[in-house]
């Protein structure tokens, strides 16, 4: 199985940008489709990105197009999400997490998780 550990969350003003790290150990993230998700305080856990095997087949909720993107370093083991152009509303602790065959949009589908990082956004 594989471990994942987020990092490169903390506070940063609206406008801004981050990059958040997902590395992993114990099997290579080039095995799995990752995905990020984000869960507010009160809210559900919701759907971010995704990338598939492939590199180049990547997936983002509707409310992030254009200002997230997401890769892979196989040979780091890590999956980034770089967010652009920050607002209040991204704030929320973000996930990485990884399943076997294609990204899915619904949390359940994912067997592996990372402890979170939190991100918050100051207007």
């Known amino acids: 199985q594989v471990q994942l550990v987020e990092s490169g969350g903390g506070l940063a003003q609206a406008g801004g940008s981050l990059r958040l790290s997902c590395a992993a150990s114990?099997?290579?993230?080039?095995?799995?489709?990752m995905g990020w998700f984000r869960q507010a305080p009160g809210k559900e856990r919701e759907f971010v990105a995704g990338?598939?095997?492939?590199?180049?087949?990547?997936y983002y909720a509707d409310s992030v197009k254009g200002r997230f993107a997401i890769s892979r370093d196989n040979a780091k083991n890590t999956v980034y999400l770089q967010i652009n152009r920050l607002k209040p509303e991204n704030t929320a602790v973000y996930f990485c997490?990884?399943?076997?065959?294609?990204?899915?949009?619904?949390?359940?589908?994912?067997?592996?998780w990372g402890q979170g990082t939190q991100v918050t956004v100051s207007s």
């Open positions: 997490a990884a399943r076997w065959a294609l990204v899915s949009v619904s949390a359940r589908d994912y067997e592996y």
């Open positions: 114990g099997r290579t993230v080039g095995s799995y489709a």
């Open positions: 990338i598939g095997l492939s590199a180049g087949t990547t």
